[in-house]
């Protein structure tokens, strides 16, 4: 399995609502780069799970909007800003695709990078706005994976 975690691009510092904050230009920005630094490493994805906060769902719009073949994103509570991972590898679990692309927020997805990567959040990798991490895993557990690519906005070099 390989599980892509994207965290929403740069968003306006505040809206009538947390949840209701929007992507700046710069955001747009960032995640398009990313889009298309994914389209050129020939990933795919099989499924789309987002976090129902505007930001996020605007990443995942853009995002997806720059790929040829890609399916229709599902909005869920277990990716929300104030989830924890552990509630989300549970969800993971019970998901029947080869790959997956979640979109959503710090600390949770960077959460979720040390936990399959290390076993632990120490010293974990804080993913910047419109990062994108791909972890590669044969079962879903602590210390399971592998990050072998983290693609950065703007950015011409990965970590591969």
Known sequence: ???????????EPSASTPA???????????VSSV?????SHRFTIDACYVSPALRAQQTAETFLSQ???YPAPSTIEELSANQRAAQLMKFLEQVDAENILLVSHNPILSELLALLTKGNVEDMVI??????ACITLD????????????????????IS
């Open 127 to 132: 993913l910047g706005t419109g990062e994108l």
């Open 1 to 11: 399995m390989n599980l892509f975690l994207l965290r929403h691009g740069e968003a």
């Open 139 to 158: 079962i879903m557990g602590l210390g399971m994976g592998t990050c072998n690519t983290i693609l950065h906005p703007d950015s011409t070099v990965s």
């Open 20 to 30: 209701g904050r929007q992507l700046t230009e710069s955001g747009k920005q960032e």
């Open 67 to 69: 790929l040829f073949d």
């Open 35 to 39: 889009a298309r630094q994914f389209a």
